[in-house]
T-cell receptor, first 113, second 115 residues
Framework: AQSVTQPDIHITVSEGASLELRCNYSYGATPYLFWYVQSPGQGLQLLLKYFSGDTLVQGIKGFEAEFKRSQSSFNLRKPSVHWSDAAEYFCAVGASGTYKYIFGTGTRLKVLA | DGGITQSPKYLFRKEGQNVTLSCEQNLNHDAMYWYRQDPGQGLRLIYYSQIVNDFQKGDIAEGYSVSREKKESFPLTVTSAQKNPTAFYLC??????????????FGPGTRLLVL
């Protein structure tokens, strides 16, 4: 069965520090991969997506993610975190042939001043 | 500006009452979705619609109903059969036609609370 795992429920980093949020997926074919960000009480905003091609994907707000097929991972990174990055981050997989996304349970990021 | 609107922002339901959440999009998207979000559980799909006058159940459709009479609108009714309706409800849309390889765009959400 398809699944998405975000192993870290909470992460705390200092402002200016680097960030990596982990995402592992289980899917038999080539997945379509997404990262979304959600501020409290708000909808989800797309940060970046991977469909094919270059495995290092650039997104908005200085985020990037790398697709590693051998590790079934799609980790999100940012070299220097800003206080405004504090939010909840969701990884999702789109399954070929369906309209369904499978979402991870999210990682809540706290940024220390 | 193109986007997805959801109303109301907060909704209160009494026991035994049906309530309807509104979702409208002006992105000219064919596909629309309803998700339920509970703390620590991510997003779960309630219903989705690929085209007007057609919709399919998602993973947690029991106690919910939808209609898709217009391309722009996809209202969700939370019926009295849904025993635990307190949650944050998110509507989304996508272009349609490229299953799996589509970006879903989300509305701002409606928080439903039980009185």
């Amino acid at each position: 069965a398809q699944s998405v795992t975000q192993p870290d429920i909470h992460i705390t980093v200092s402002e200016g520090a680097s960030l990596e949020l982990r995402c592992n997926y289980s899917y038999g074919a080539t997945p379509y991969l997404f990262w979304y960000v959600q501020s409290p009480g708000q909808g989800l905003q797309l940060l970046l997506k991977y469909f094919s091609g270059d495995t290092l994907v650039q997104g908005i707000k200085g985020f990037e993610a790398e697709f590693k097929r051998s590790q079934s991972s799609f980790n999100l990174r940012k070299p220097s975190v800003h206080w405004s990055d504090a939010a909840e981050y969701f990884c999702a997989v789109g399954a070929s042939g369906t309209y369904k996304y499978i979402f991870g349970t999210g990682t809540r990021l706290k940024v220390l001043a | 500006d193109g986007g997805i609107t959801q109303s109301p922002k907060y909704l209160f339901r009494k026991e035994g009452q049906n309530v309807t959440l509104s979702c409208e999009q002006n992105l000219n998207h064919d596909a629309m979705y309803w998700y339920r979000q509970d703390p620590g559980q991510g997003l779960r799909l309630i219903y989705y619609s690929q085209i007007v006058n057609d919709f399919q159940k998602g993973d947690i459709a029991e106690g919910y109903s939808v209609s898709r009479e217009k391309k722009e609108s996809f209202p969700l009714t939370v019926t009295s059969a849904q025993k635990n309706p307190t949650a944050f409800y998110l509507c989304a849309s996508s272009l349609g036609g490229s299953r799996g390889a589509e970006t879903q765009y989300f509305g701002p959400g409606t928080r439903l609370l039980v009185l």
